[in-house]
């Protein structure tokens, strides 16, 4: 059991990056710079946590990566033993609600699926916030459905994931303090109307928010964080796809056609070629709608299909 912060934040607010021959340099809002160092760095942004979960199985992993939502295939049903995390700290760890909207719909089944998040209202343009101090390890357009989605990794190890945003306003490998504005809400992605889609995440894996977060209170449920097998929904493996709503997915109405079947009466004198002439067809379409041949002989007053 333990709990761990040790993670340097810097105050300030980037404000922009700029290419140089040296590298990204960071412009911050106090007037300073710094490079931009993330060669070294591994993503492991609590060395102790992930010593546990090492040693309660080997296959756990967290790569860091700005390119994909989730990086590894972790298996939650593995977890042997009950991890504390912190997830509020007095000095610079502040929890900060990601939106003060109301919930419009909650973690858990539906349709079969799994909503694997909780759904906040908002109108586009309203602000996003940070609702923990970390770094960001996504900030870009997910095709998958999020839209333009921001991921958050926290000291502690869980990520939370902001989707649906109409704008940006960090960049992945930033620093971010809790309450810090990381982008506006919007309706990008499978979404159908304005909202945020918000998940709290451990080594891929989701977690019910409320668990958490009092959305009602708009405050955290607890300082302290368990973290065991029960907390997290069976078998469930991280997929790059948003899986939200899918009852919501408006169907184009489905056009049935109905065949245009016409008759036509044989009278004397006519021939196939005369008939197909005079209703836009041809011979070879009459036989086959009629199972008949070229040369068989009409009979008068017979019913022939020509369309
Ligand atoms: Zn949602």
């Excluded at 040296?22 to 809002?29: D, E, M, Q, R, T």
């Excluded at 694997?116 to 770094?135: R, V």
């Excluded at 989605?149 to 649906?164: D, F, M, Q, S």
């Excluded at 997915?249 to 065949?259: E, G, M």
Aim: net charge neutral; charged share 20%.
């Amino acid at each position: 059991m333990f709990c761990v912060f040790g993670f340097q934040l810097r105050a300030q607010r980037a404000l922009d990056t700029i290419e140089t021959a040296a590298g990204k340099v960071v412009l911050y809002s106090n007037k300073t710079w710094s490079f931009l160092q993330v060669s070294t760095f591994d993503g492991i942004m609590n060395p102790r946590i992930h010593d546990q979960m090492k040693a309660q199985d080997p296959s756990f992993n967290h790569p860091w990566s700005n390119e994909v939502c989730f990086t590894s295939r972790n298996d939650m049903g593995k977890l042997k033993d009950t991890l504390w995390l912190c997830v509020n700290n007095e000095t610079d760890q502040h929890f900060h609600m990601p939106a003060p909207g109301i919930v419009t719909s909650r973690y858990g089944p539906r349709n079969g699926r799994n909503h694997n998040g909780i759904d906040i209202d908002l109108e586009t343009g309203d602000t996003i916030y940070a609702t923990w101090s970390g770094k960001v390890r996504y900030a870009k357009y997910n095709d998958g459905g999020y839209g333009n989605l921001v991921i958050i990794r926290h000291p502690n190890g869980l990520e939370t994931l902001y989707a649906h945003l109409s704008k940006f306003l960090v960049y992945p490998d930033q620093d971010i303090v809790a309450g810090e504005p990381i982008g506006l809400g919007g309706n990008t992605g499978r979404s159908y109307g304005s909202h945020l889609h918000f998940e709290i995440r451990f080594y891929d894996a989701p977690i019910n928010p409320e668990e958490i977060i009092d959305f009602a209170a708009k405050e955290l449920k607890s300082e302290n964080l368990f973290v065991h097998r029960g907390l997290f929904r069976p078998g469930a493996k991280p997929t790059d796809y948003y899986e939200d709503h899918p009852a919501e997915v408006v169907q184009a109405p489905v056009v049935v056609r109905t065949p245009q079947v016409r008759y036509y009466k044989v009278r004397p004198g006519d021939t196939l070629t005369e008939i197909a002439a005079r209703n836009g067809t041809t011979v070879a379409k009459l036989c086959q709608l009629n199972g008949i041949k070229p040369t068989t002989v009409l009979q008068l007053g017979r019913s022939l299909r020509v369309k």
